[in-house]
C-alpha cells in the first residue's frame, strides 16, 4: 500500500486543501504553502517545491512575518542545494544570515553562515567557504555553543584541506572529534576520523592515516553502519597498496 508520501496525488490533494483553507475558514495561506514546498520536496519532487516555497515568501513578506520569511528562506536554500543550484542557494542562505542578522538572533544568524559557507564550498568557492565558516565559528565559541561548534569545526577542517592548508585541518578536526566525544556524538567522531584520515594521507603521514581509517572503521562497525565502513575498508586495503608500492619503488631504485 503506498504512504501518502509515496503517492504523487498527495502533493495535489494537499495543494487543493491549501486553497480550501485560506479561502474557507481564512486561514493564512504562508505557513500552508510552507508545509506545501517542504512535503513536495520530502516527496523528491524538488522542481513542483521551488515555487510553493517562494509563494510562501511573498505571502510572508507581505505580513511582515520576518521568522517565517527566514524560515522559509532556509527551505528553499535546501531544496536549492538539492537540485545543485548552488547560485541560487547562496542567495538563500545570504538572505536568511540578513534577516537574523536584523533580528538580532544571532545563534541564527551563524547558523545560516554555516550553511552559506558549506554551499559557497559546493560551488568551488573555497575562500568565501572559509571566512563564512569561521565568522561562524567565532560566533558559536563566544555564545558557548558547542554542539554547533563540533558541525562548524567539522566543515571547516574539510575545507581547510581543500585549500592545501594541511596543518589548520589537522587542527580544527583534532578539536572537532574533542568536542564529539565530549558529547558523545559517535557517528560524528567515526566521519571526523575518515576526514581526519585523508588530511593525513596527503601530507604523506601513511601510518597516522592508517590508524585514522582503522578508527573509523572500528567505529561504523560499532555503529552498525555496514556501507560507512566498508568504504573505511577499501580506504585502509588503498592506503596498504599505496605503501606498498613506494616501498617496492624504493627498493627497484636501491
Known amino acids: 500500500m503506498p504512504t501518502p508520501l509515496s503517492d504523487p496525488r498527495w502533493g495535489d490533494q494537499l495543494s487543493g ?25 520530502c516527496m523528491n519532487r524538488l522542481a513542483e517545491a521551488v515555487p510553493a516555497h517562494r509563494r510562501a ?71 568565501e567557504s572559509h ?29 581547510l584541506r581543500q585549500l592545501g592548508r594541511l596543518e589548520e585541518s589537522v587542527t580544527a578536526l583534532t578539536r ?18 575518515s576526514d581526519l584520515a585523508l588530511t593525513w594521507v596527503e601530507l604523506g603521514l601513511h601510518s597516522k592515516a592508517l590508524a585514522a581509517f582503522t578508527r573509523a572503521r572500528d567505529w561504523w562497525v560499532f555503529l552498525d553502519s555496514p556501507e560507512a565502513a566498508a568504504l573505511a575498508e577499501h580506504n585502509i586495503a588503498g592506503l596498504h597498496e599505496a605503501t606498498q608500492r613506494t616501498l617496492n619503488r624504493k627498493l627497484f631504485m636501491a
Open 17 to 41: 486543501a491549501v486553497r480550501l483553507l485560506s479561502t474557507w475558514w481564512g486561514f493564512s495561506e504562508s505557513p500552508i504553502k510552507g508545509s506545501l514546498g517542504t512535503a513536495l520536496h
Open 57 to 127: 515568501l511573498d505571502l510572508y513578506a507581505q505580513l511582515g512575518q520576518r521568522d517565517g520569511e527566514a524560515m522559509t528562506w532556509n527551505n528553499l536554500g535546501l531544496t536549492l542545494e538539492a537540485l545543485r543550484q548552488h547560485s541560487n542557494a547562496i542567495d538563500a542562505y545570504t538572505q536568511i544570515m540578513c534577516i537574523y542578522t536584523e533580528l538580532g538572533m544571532r545563534y541564527r544568524a551563524a547558523v545560516a553562515r554555516q550553511n552559506l559557507g558549506r554551499v559557497l564550498a559546493r560551488a568551488g568557492r573555497l575562500e
Open 131 to 159: 571566512d563564512a565558516l569561521e565568522e561562524a565559528l567565532v560566533t558559536f565559541v563566544e555564545l558557548g555553543a558547542k554542539d554547533a561548534e563540533t558541525s562548524v569545526q567539522s566543515s571547516l577542517g574539510v575545507t
Open 176 to 193: 572537532c572529534l574533542g568536542l564529539c566525544a565530549e558529547f558523545g556524538d559517535w557517528y560524528g567522531r567515526a566521519g571526523v576520523w
